[in-house]
């Protein structure tokens, strides 16, 4: 439509199905726009339809015009007319057909329009330089760009410079108004079979996108930017958008921290609206999404700054399945930081496990970490070590368990078995040799039973029981199951309180646990199982703290120890209170008697075996022994044997060149014998750096996985019954968020909604979005209608 007599060609509907038709009214205004020069088009078509290397008059009488509509009637006599005109002049004579047209007296409306500005050189040269698309030459390339002003191309293809420099609306924006990608790209290719068909497809497509609504705005944009640049003025008319979509990203952010329902978000918008504040991301489904962006930006930002600070780390895994019974697995980093004085812990994802195979577990963990940026390279260089329960799987004994692959892809990390799993197995080993603790957990498994599988009997007893032992009484559970020593001194702990209560409501209801209460040898091993389970518990909870490590952790294990062979060799704390209890009021009630039917407890053997076991579970690592305390302890000075330390010390050397392949960070020897020879003269002296930095690799070394025992428990908050419809990704998300993002008051969701803008999401003003359910109210008014 912009090439004179090439309009004439646009007029008509283009054959095929690559062209699209176009419309009565864009041919009435194609008609109108040649009406306005009919001289100048005529010449121009007349250049334009002929080869580079032909002269127009030439060439002319070879063409074929295509019929056209008669709404078009007056254009097609003005070129047949011309056509006779021009096929006389050919057949009388051709090489005078310059002069043949201006000696014409009826043709001068032709020549008027013969005066063109000669294009500057700069263009002449752009246009020579560009690759143009296979159906345009050079003059028609230079006609278009002249009257197209946005229009360019780049590699034959078209694009609009305009929509390229704005790219977005901004508060402009409006439904089925978008910004054309294929326009903003240069992507924009003719289509059809043959010349004539691409040329009006490249027309039509350039008409229809300078008609638009959206590149009128961005023109609009443009007018509007003459004294701003684009991007603040984009910046500028977004501000309102972007606060509105703050407000949104706080209230999801608040519901996901305090583990509430995403679709409790529409009634917190409903909520802000009658507040005076409107928006439309208002939905669950925006809800998920503005989730899944956050977590995504959340974890883009916090792993790419380890990755750059190039931070050693260790990995912490462990499986569970949520309540909808699916197998997931947890993965954790535990990293050290140059920020943080002590190492880090970090959630990286929860992974659904379609196997539980070494093989499947193995790829998941190192896909999973690839995904968030920790190269095989970074790994090898980086990982020190791996953490996990002592399962099989895992950790088990089998050439195909987790721990082996990644010693094959990652060599000299330190595999470590989960310490309070390991000290759990070391009390179950203990108690499984000893036959006659059986009758002690089959007493606890009854109570268990009876007062948690029926809530008749529960409320019987908490009847006879005083408010103060109530609570005691429903804590009793399983003891020495799968579960921590911490719970199993929970459950002894309720029977030594509730003894007397017990007794008296046993005995109305179920005598052959009264009898057992009255046996003394059962009061005792009672007693001895709760000074054996204190140590396991304050052991168990101290390796827990976070601030714990793998130094800290070995001399917790000995001191137990110690305290157990103390206990074999005296009485508890518990077992001294015995006969003091016996003879109080409280215990009047019970007639205690021997029964040689239930043996006591083989005191010195269960504390002999619980020593031994814990020896061989904590003590020694089967993977590398004490040997890797000792390199270690190069690091603490207090745990050196003085009387064979020197300056230099040659022994701590040749030490210290395995400790470095072990941490994977070069400790410099001037600065550990600058550390040796300081502590040989006095205590307190200060550490030099390499020496502080090999200190914080080793404790980044996790000596369990309760990290990951606490995001199952998060997990479980979150997939409730309920919500047991949720995708396993969706709750990785919503942990991600809980355990890794700030406070409400303190985080900024300005960054997260720009990049969610920048992905090319809705904002909170705009309109095109799904909009919430209406809900309806039956005679919801008619009683406040009453008069």
């Known amino acids: 439509m912009g090439d004179p007599g090439s309009e004439m060609i646009e007029s008509v509907p283009p054959a095929g199905p690559e062209a699209s038709e176009a419309t009565t009214d864009e041919n009435e205004d194609d008609i109108q726009f040649v009406s306005e020069g009919p001289s100048k088009c005529v010449l121009e078509y007349n250049y334009l339809v002929c080869s580079d290397n032909e002269k127009p008059s030439t060439c002319h009488n070879d063409i074929l015009f295509p019929k056209m509509p008669k709404r078009q009637g007056d254009f097609l006599r003005f070129l047949n007319v011309k056509k006779v005109k021009t096929d006389t002049e050919s057949s009388n004579n051709k090489s005078q057909c310059e002069l043949s047209k201006s000696k014409e007296p009826n043709f001068k409306y032709v020549e008027q329009p013969i005066t063109e500005e000669n294009p500057s050189c700069s263009s002449k040269e752009e246009t020579d330089n560009l690759v143009l698309p296979d159906c345009w030459n050079e003059k028609q390339a230079l006609m278009f760009t002249e ?55 490249l027309r039509k497509k350039i008409r229809e996108h300078d008609v638009s609504k959206a590149h009128g705005k961005i023109q609009d944009l443009l007018k ?35 583990n509430r329902p995403l679709s409790d978000i529409e009634g917190a918008v409903e909520l802000q609206e009658k507040n005076g504040e409107v928006n439309c991301l208002n939905t669950r489904y925006s809800a998920t999404r503005i989730a899944e962006h956050i977590a995504k930006e959340m974890k883009m930002k916090i ?41 880090v812990m970090l959630f990286v994802a929860l992974k659904e496990l379609m196997s539980t195979t070494a093989e499947y577990i193995f790829n998941t963990v190192l896909s999973t970490l690839n995904d968030c940026g920790f190269t095989d390279e970074y790994l090898k260089a980086n990982l020190i070590a791996f953490c996990s329960d002592g399962a099989n799987t895992v950790l088990g004994k089998k050439k195909s368990r987790v721990a082996t692959k990644l010693l094959e892809n990652f060599p000299k990390i330190i595999i470590w078995n989960c310490l309070n799993y390991r000290l759990h197995l070391s009390l179950d080993d203990s108690i499984s040799e000893i036959k006659q603790v059986n009758h002690f957990k089959l007493f606890l498994d009854k109570i268990y039973s009876i007062y948690h599988q029926s809530n008749k009997n529960q409320n019987k007893l908490l009847e006879t029981v005083a408010k103060d032992l109530e609570i005691e009484i429903i804590k009793i559970g399983r003891v020495m199951g799968p579960r ?78 110690r305290a157990l062979e103390n206990l074999k060799i005296g009485t508890g704390k518990h077992e001294s209170q015995i006969e003091g209890l016996i003879k109080s009021d409280k215990f009047k009630d019970i007639p205690f008697n021997k029964n040689n039917k239930f043996n006591a407890l083989p005191r010195s053997m269960l504390l002999e075996n619980i020593i031994e076991h814990m020896h061989l579970r904590l003590v020694s690592d089967r993977n590398h022994n004490e040997s890797i305390f000792d390199y270690f302890d190069l690091l603490e000075s207090s745990a050196w044997p003085y009387e064979e330390v020197t300056s230099p010390w040659i022994a701590g050397e040749k030490k210290l060149f395995h400790l470095c392949e072990i941490l994977k ?31 914080k690799i080793v404790n980044t070394i996790a000596i369990n996985n309760a990290e990951a025992e606490r995001g199952f428990n998060l997990m479980n908050i979150i997939c409730t019954r309920v919500r047991n419809s949720l995708t396993i990704d969706h709750i990785s998300d919503l942990m991600t968020i809980n355990l890794l993002g700030k406070e409400l008051t303190d985080w900024d969701a300005t960054p997260f909604v720009k990049s969610w803008s920048n992905c090319n999401h809705r904002l909170a003003t705009d309109t095109r979005v799904r909009q919430k359910s209406t809900k309806t109210y039956e005679n919801q008014l008619a009683i406040w209608n009453l008069q």
């Open 665 to 695: 960070y070069e400790i410099d020897l001037s600065d550990f014998r600058e550390f040796v020879n300081n502590n040989i003269k006095s205590n307190n002296v200060s550490i030099p750096t390499t020496i502080q930095k090999a200190k």
């Open 224 to 258: 509007e930017s003459i004294n701003d640049s684009i991007s603040n003025l984009v910046h500028k008319q977004n501000n309102k958008n972007i606060d509105a979509t703050v407000k949104v990203f706080n209230t999801v952010y608040s519901l996901v921290k305090h």
């Open 484 to 561: 921590w020593a911490a719970c199993s001194l929970q459950a002894a702990t309720a029977v030594w309180h509730a003894y007397p209560v017990l007794y008296m409501h046993f005995s109305n209801s179920h005598s052959g646990l009264a009898k057992r209460l009255a046996n003394i040898n059962f009061l005792q091993d009672l007693a001895l199982m709760i000074d054996i389970l204190e140590e396991f518990s304050l052991l168990s909870t101290a390796l827990q703290s976070r601030s714990t490590n793998i130094q800290k952790a070995q001399k917790l294990i000995k001191r137990t120890i």
């Open 303 to 343: 792993f790419k700054n380890i990755i750059e600070e190039n931070a050693k780390i260790c990995i912490i895994i462990d499986e569970a399945s949520t309540v909808s019974k699916k197998s997931t697995l947890v993965i954790y980093l535990q990293c050290t930081v140059h920020s943080a004085p002590t190492p």
């Open 147 to 201: 009257q197209y002003k946005w229009l360019e191309i780049k590699e034959g293809k078209l694009g609009c410079k305009d929509c390229s420099a704005v790219r977005h609306l901004g508060s402009k924006a409006e439904k089925h108004v978008h910004v054309s990608k294929e326009w903003i790209a240069y992507l924009v290719t003719p289509n059809g079979s043959n010349k004539t068909t691409r040329q009006a497809s």
